[in-house]
């Protein structure tokens, strides 16, 4: 994973055996270890372990959503469906299972199938239909959101299967979703960063250009960047379902902007070509402990949603502008 | 004796209903303007509404439209306007702004078109509002929490939506009560948004920071709260108040949960308060009722855990409200339901917003009004004095 092939990548800088890309990483993830000090000082009868559990087990949705928000922001796109499809997906799989463990056979690859679906109709639109990603994710989102709204008049009536409520509410030693967290992490950076796909995908990124004359699939890589988006917000879709036992319409709503944020922290370069999953897990992880901070603090709403805008501009910024790709 | 009242009752019902139908040939145009409807309250309560405009007579006296009109305000006011231009007799609109609709709904009000609010509330004085936000859900629930409480404990507050009128009258009552004990320490807040997921999340991330909490007060989110703790603290459970979603009512009046600690209240703005809302509404439209003055209050849902009552078929009938598990999802709210004051509802009218076979309209019993609260239900006006206090629960004396 320390030989991404970035064509243009390439130039000044010597073969470092970390990929400066870790760096930011490893930033972000110290940062988050500094909220959980200040967590302790502020509230000092906080119980560590407990509050690092709760942590990694709130993050989980939004470090399941972002790797495909980062696939996306790698191609220089961005998917602004990730929150209707992650409720989408959690409706889907309590209208289909009814509460039964016998159907979650067939219903979780059903649902994750809708789910990849809509992002294939995003990559579509944006690979072939030439629309910017923005208003293509966008107007899929409404859509699909309307077509939601019309079949299930906003909420499931149907429970969600037990089997995925003890996925996530089970333990293994620590809690369930923490090896699920782990076992994502993994095959999330082993794609991203050691699969000929991935390292397509950094090519595509970096220089649009390049990738044509290499001859590169275009249009294919464009579509799997956006159907794995799909993909994985339908999986943080069931997840979100499991955990709390029913699922909304809306209930993916608050996790849209987090994404970008997380994969934008993480040291990603909004415009493409640069940013690695440790990175966005990272991002996703402090954002989970800034959450605990502000709640732990009982800040007001409207402070609280300065500061999340305030760090994704600061960590804009805070991109080092000389490899910067000028649009 | 008793069957032939009732008989007499269906015959003059009968006869009201045709010498209404005779005054009004023509069926009355009624709109109905949802704001959002991606969420479960939203649409229970919307269904409970089509089911009743589905239910004899109204399904002869109406023809009934829905507008969905999202969260936008300017969206609200246009819709509005297309529905006076359409030559609506009535239009029921949940409210996105207690202000800014009140030009429009002026504009209505002059071409004598009937507008009611459900829920939430405009100052417009023309409007009626049908809402319990003037039942004080904020100071009675916080006094029922500091009773059980004796007084004492670390309390979580979960707020609903920053910045809607709900959110800031029920958190001024009820922190004005639990400030009135001394014992009662507030560790955290946080603003659950009425979202079960989100409100889980905020729980558990506070339990590990203040591992004792004892209480969590919310509006909505409730299950979602209790969940957070059940899965971090099995054994010692918290006193909660809050929303009535049914797997919520099954919980609380669960024995091995009160056992490890659950204290629970279900109470909360109730979706009903939609199908009462029409039904009043209805009942003016019609000539059936006069009211004296524009604002009603629908009484605040109140089950305590001892109160809660398992139901055997697919209404709220003899008193009971809740159903077993399995037969609703965990998050249904049972509150969309009203044995006593919308008895034409069943399960099936909140599902699928079908009219129960063979009901029909009954008469409603005499209507409560609502204090008036300024900004809310009225402008230039004054709240009771006593507007901040519980009035359900008598508060224990603080202890030493």
Not at chain 2, 43 to 57: H, Q
Not at chain 2, 83 to 110: F, K
Not at chain 2, 216 to 238: F, H, N, Q
Not at chain 2, 357 to 365: V, Y
Request: aromatic share 6%; hydrophobic share 45%; charged share 15%.
């Amino acid at each position: 994973m320390n030989d991404v092939s970035v064509p243009i990548g390439m130039e000044g800088e010597g073969r470092r055996r970390i990929p400066p890309e870790i760096l930011p990483a490893i930033g972000v993830l110290a940062c988050t270890a500094l909220l959980i000090g200040v967590i302790k000082l502020v509230s000092p009868e906080t119980v560590l372990l407990a509050q690092i559990s709760a942590i990694l087990v709130s993050a989980i949705f939004l470090a399941v959503a972002a790797f495909g928000q980062g696939l996306t922001i790698l191609l220089g796109g961005i998917d602004l469906s990730i929150g209707v499809v992650m409720g989408l997906g959690g409706m889907m799989i309590s209208g289909l299972t009814n509460g039964s463990n016998d159907a979650l056979v067939w219903a979780i690859p059903a649902t994750l199938a809708c789910c990849a679906g809509i992002g294939l109709v995003n990559g579509i639109g944006i690979a072939l239909g030439g629309i910017p990603p923005f208003i293509m994710t966008l107007a899929s989102a409404t859509s699909f959101f309307g077509v939601g709204l019309g079949l299930t008049a906003g909420a499931a009536q149907a429970p969600v299967a037990p089997g995925l409520e003890t996925l996530m509410s089970a333990r293994l030693g620590v809690p369930l979703p923490i090896w699920l967290l782990l076992g994502f992490a993994v095959i999330a950076i082993a794609f991203q960063n050691g699969s000929v796909t991935g390292r397509r995908l950094y090519a595509l990124g970096s220089s649009p250009g390049a990738a044509r004359v290499m001859g590169l699939p275009i249009g294919g890589l464009t579509i799997a960047a956006y159907a794995l988006s799909g993909l994985c917000a339908g999986i943080a879709g069931l997840l979100l379902a499991g955990y709390s036992s029913a699922a909304t319409l809306n209930m993916g709503d608050p996790f849209l902007l987090p994404t970008i944020a997380a994969v934008v922290i993480g040291g990603a370069r909004v415009t493409g070509g640069r940013g690695i999953y440790l990175g966005t897990l990272a991002g996703a992880l402090f954002l989970s402990t800034l959450e605990t901070l502000i709640t732990v603090l009982s800040l007001s709403q409207g402070l609280r949603d300065l500061i999340q805008g305030v760090i994704i501009i600061t960590a804009l910024i805070a991109q080092d502008r000389p490899g910067a790709n000028p649009g | 004796m008793r069957f032939s009242t009732k008989l007499m009752a269906a015959l003059g019902g009968l006869l009201a209903v045709s010498i209404g139908a005779q005054a009004q040939d023509k069926p009355y145009k009624v709109f109905l303007d949802m704001s959002y409807s991606g969420n479960i309250w939203q649409a229970a309560a919307a269904n409970g509404i089509k089911a009743l405009a589905e239910t004899p007579p109204y399904d002869r006296q109406v023809t009934f439209k829905t507008v969905i009109s999202g969260t936008d305000v300017q969206r609200q006011i246009s819709d509005l306007q297309s529905m006076i231009a359409d030559g609506a007799n009535a239009i029921l609109v949940y409210p996105l702004s207690p202000t800014a609709l009140n030009r429009v709904i002026r504009q209505a009000c002059e071409r004598h078109i009937t507008v009611f609010t459900y829920d939430s509330t405009v100052t417009e004085p023309c409007a009626y509002n049908v809402s319990s936000i003037t039942a004080r859900y904020g100071a009675n629930s916080a006094q029922w929490m500091a009773n059980e409480m004796g007084g004492k404990g670390e309390v979580v507050i979960n707020h609903g939506v920053a910045g809607t009128s709900v959110t800031k009258t029920y958190d001024a009552q009820a922190l004005a009560v639990f400030g009135k004990y001394p014992g009662i320490k507030i560790v955290g807040e946080f603003y659950g948004n009425w979202n079960d997921a989100t409100s889980q999340q905020g729980v558990s991330r506070i339990l590990a920071a203040h591992p004792d909490l004892t209480a969590i007060w919310t509006v909505d989110g409730t299950y979602g709260s209790l969940e957070a703790v059940m899965k971090a603290r099995p054994d010692r459970l918290v006193t909660i108040a809050g929303q009535s979603n049914n797997g919520y009512r099954l919980l609380m009046a669960d024995k091995a949960m009160q056992e490890k600690g659950l204290k629970g209240l279900s109470s909360s703005s109730g979706p009903a308060v939609g199908p009462y809302a029409f039904k009043v509404m209805m009942e003016v439209l019609t000539g059936q009722l006069k009211l004296a003055y524009h604002n009603v209050e629908y009484p605040l849902p109140w089950v305590p855990h001892q109160d809660v009552r398992m139901c055997s078929g697919d209404r709220f009938e003899n008193g009971c409200n809740v159903f077993p598990n399995g037969k609703v999802p965990a998050l249904f709210i049972d509150t969309s339901l009203d044995g006593t004051l919308l008895p034409e509802l069943s399960l099936g009218s909140i599902q699928d917003g079908k009219a129960t076979s063979g009901a029909r309209m009954q008469a409603l019993p005499a209507v409560k009004y609502a204090d008036n609260l300024p900004d809310i239900n009225c402008s230039d006006c004054k709240a009771p004095a006593d507007a901040m206090e519980p009035n359900l629960v008598k508060p224990i004396p603080v202890p030493k």
